[in-house]
Each structure stands twice: as structure tokens, then as C-alpha cells.
């Protein structure tokens, strides 16, 4: 059997080293936001996590309002619950489908952000967290739902 060379080791203590380094600086959000997700094995049994389907970011022509600033739109769903709402600067807007009474929860990897009522059409404003992952988390009469999480930047 032939010995490697030994400059072969050298290069991959100093790869392994750069990639300890690299891992050593990660930002201090990314690992709130692995603590938040983790606490997800503890919520309720029926809570329905509603999956992201339309995001406007996706699509350049629909990132921004004419006369306004920019705006994203986003709609979730889940069986026969749709959470559609829209971000900008100001705020949060949307609307859940089916109406039915409740409260809206926006919230971050920290914990619960805002809460707002849902009213009799079933809309509700919040305000916009500063940056970071997010999710909205609704308990109405009829269901309990909360979308996936989603980045605003």
C-alpha cells in the first residue's frame, strides 16, 4: 500500500479548520429560527399547517403597487382553509378563507409578534415584523391553522 503524500494532510487540516471557522460565524437569527422551528414538536394535534401557494416576489411585474411602495403577497393553504395577506412596510392585510371569528397571531422566531382579531368577512391587519422568518397562526371558531414559515428579506 502507498503512503499518501504528506502535504495531502496538511490541505485537509486547513480545509477542516476554514470549515469550522465558517461554521463558527453563523448569525445568531439563523439559530433563533432553528430554536423556533424545533418548538413546533410541542403544538396541538390539530393544528392544520397551511403550505405556501402563490408568492408575488416571484413574479417582478407584481412586486410593487402602482403609486405605492413595495408589497408582497403571499397565499396559504390547507385542505379548504386558504390564508392569503398582503406585506408591506405599514403592515400585514389579509383575510381567511372560510370566514369565521377568531384571532390572528403574527409569529417570529422570538415568539408571538402581533395579534389582531379576524373580522366578520374574515380580514385582520398586523403589523409587519422588522425582519427574519415568520409565520401567521389563526384559531377561529371553526379551525386552527398556521401558515409555513416564510422570510421577508
Avoid at 39 to 54: G, K, P, Q, S
Avoid at 94 to 111: E, F, I, R
Amino acid at each position: 500500500m502507498i503512503d499518501p503524500p504528506d502535504d495531502l494532510d496538511e490541505e485537509l487540516l486547513a480545509s477542516l479548520g476554514a470549515a469550522r471557522a465558517e461554521a463558527a460565524s453563523v448569525p445568531a437569527e439563523f439559530f433563533a429560527a432553528a430554536h423556533g422551528a424545533l418548538a413546533w414538536r410541542t403544538v396541538e394535534m390539530d393544528l392544520a399547517i397551511a403550505e405556501l401557494t402563490f408568492d408575488s416576489a416571484r413574479d417582478a411585474q407584481l412586486a410593487t403597487r402602482s403609486g405605492g411602495g413595495p408589497v408582497r403577497l403571499l397565499t396559504f393553504g390547507t385542505g379548504e382553509v386558504t390564508v392569503e395577506f398582503e406585506v408591506t412596510a405599514t403592515g400585514i392585510a389579509g383575510q381567511l378563507t372560510p370566514v369565521s371569528g377568531g384571532q390572528v397571531t403574527c409569529q417570529t422566531a422570538a415568539g408571538d409578534f402581533d395579534e389582531a382579531p379576524v373580522d366578520e368577512v374574515g380580514c385582520f391587519l398586523l403589523r409587519t415584523p422588522a425582519s427574519g422568518p415568520f409565520r401567521l397562526r389563526a384559531r377561529t371558531h371553526d379551525y386552527t391553522v398556521a401558515t409555513s414559515w416564510v422570510c421577508l428579506g
